[in-house]
Structure formats: structure tokens, C-alpha cells
């Protein structure tokens, strides 16, 4: 099956879905999108409240600067960066999800990454970090360091949510997303441009 396909027929399963108590508080599922065949996905928590409102990952405050440190490594969604969340409802007041939700929803998420199939994962925090990695690892320790996951090569860093509430992070994200160039390069496109590094 075609990865639209595959990636249409797994929205439209999504849609419907009631596994945990997030579905009821919030007004949509918030499935993710971008590029399908690009090799870099990008893994944050959960929709907030923009993103509940819209039904698209990352696209409040802390989203636009996602795409502005995306880009600043030569990466869109449009080509490269396929988006998600570890949970697709939104948690009530933007609570972290709890560790039910966050396992009720991992099989969609799995699934997500086994069709889009990115060389390449950014998890962005300490609840994607847990969810889909280690429930006990801690952001600070183990950020610009690279894991393996089924295969994959993934790399931790800070949400752009903290980097909103502390700016003296970004220097700090930024040599992670150095490092996820140089990777790129290495295993997708050797070519890849990115005008500052
Ligand atoms: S958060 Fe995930 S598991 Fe829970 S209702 Fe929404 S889609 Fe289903």
C-alpha cells in the first residue's frame, strides 16, 4: 500500500478512536502531518490548545518556533519533517499526559513511524523521551546524545515550549539540530543545504 494511503486509512481509524479519557476533554484528534519520504520525524508531546482548535500539530507559539529552528537546519514540513505527538488529544489544561494515555495512544504512534519510515527521530522533551524510549530517562542527561530505537537513530532534545519559557536553551537545541544535519547528511541526502552549518 502507498504511504498516503496507509498514512489516510490509519487518520481515518484514529478519528474515531475513545481508547482513553483525552478524547472526551478536547475537540479533535490531532493526527500530525508533513512530509511522508523526507527520512526525519519530529516527536513532541501533545496538541495544545491551538493545535486542538486547528487539528494540526504544532502551531502555536512554541510551533512556529519549531519550523524556524526546523528551517534553520534546512528542514519544512513540506519536504523533510513528518510532525506528531505522543498523545493526539489534547490533555486538559496542557497537563502532561498521564502514563495510561500516553500508552493507549503508542500503538498509533508506532504505527505513524513505521509508515512514514524516517531514518531519523527528534524527540522534542522529556514526555517524548519517556513515552517512547525510557520512562525514567531525563531530558537534561540524555539530549544531543544520539540512541537507537527499532533501528532508527534519535535524538533527544528540549521542547521549544521550554525554550520559550528559557531562552538560554537555544544555543543548546541548536547543537542538537548540528548534529541531526550532519546525520541527515550522512544517511539520507549527503547533499542537504543548510545555510548556517
Ligand atoms: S489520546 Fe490517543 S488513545 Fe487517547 S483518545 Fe486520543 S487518539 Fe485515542
Not at 505522543?86 to 494515555?101: F, H, Q, S
Request: glycine residues 12%.
Amino acid at each position: 500500500m502507498e504511504k498516503e494511503e496507509a498514512i489516510r486509512q490509519l487518520n481515518d481509524q484514529v478519528q474515531d478512536c475513545r481508547r482513553c479519557q483525552l478524547r472526551a476533554g478536547c475537540s479533535r484528534v490531532v493526527f500530525g502531518e508533513g512530509s511522508l519520504n523526507g527520512g526525519l520525524m519530529v516527536i513532541g508531546e501533545g496538541p495544545g490548545q491551538d493545535e486542538d482548535r486547528l487539528g494540526r500539530p504544532f502551531v502555536g507559539r512554541a510551533g512556529q518556533l519549531l519550523d524556524k529552528i526546523l528551517e534553520s537546519g534546512g528542514f519544512s514540513r513540506r519536504d523533510q519533517v513528518y510532525v506528531g505527538n505522543i498523545v493526539k488529544c489534547r490533555p486538559p489544561g496542557n497537563r502532561v499526559p498521564l502514563p495510561e494515555e500516553r500508552t493507549a495512544c503508542m500503538p498509533y504512534l508506532k504505527e505513524q513511524i513505521a509508515i512514514v519510515d524516517p531514518k531519523i527521530i527528534i524527540l522534542l522533551g522529556a514526555t517524548a523521551l519517556q513515552g517512547l524510549i525510557d520512562p525514567k530517562a531525563k531530558i537534561g542527561a540524555s539530549r544531543g546524545k544520539w540512541l537507537q530505537w527499532e533501528g532508527r537513530w534519535v535524538m533527544p532534545t528540549y521542547h521549544p515550549a521550554a525554550l520559550l519559557r528559557n531562552p538560554g536553551l537555544k544555543p543548546v537545541v541548536w547543537e542538537d539540530l548540528k548534529q541531526v544535519v550532519g546525520k541527515y547528511r550522512e544517511l539520507v541526502k549527503p547533499s542537504h543545504p543548510c545555510e548556517y552549518c
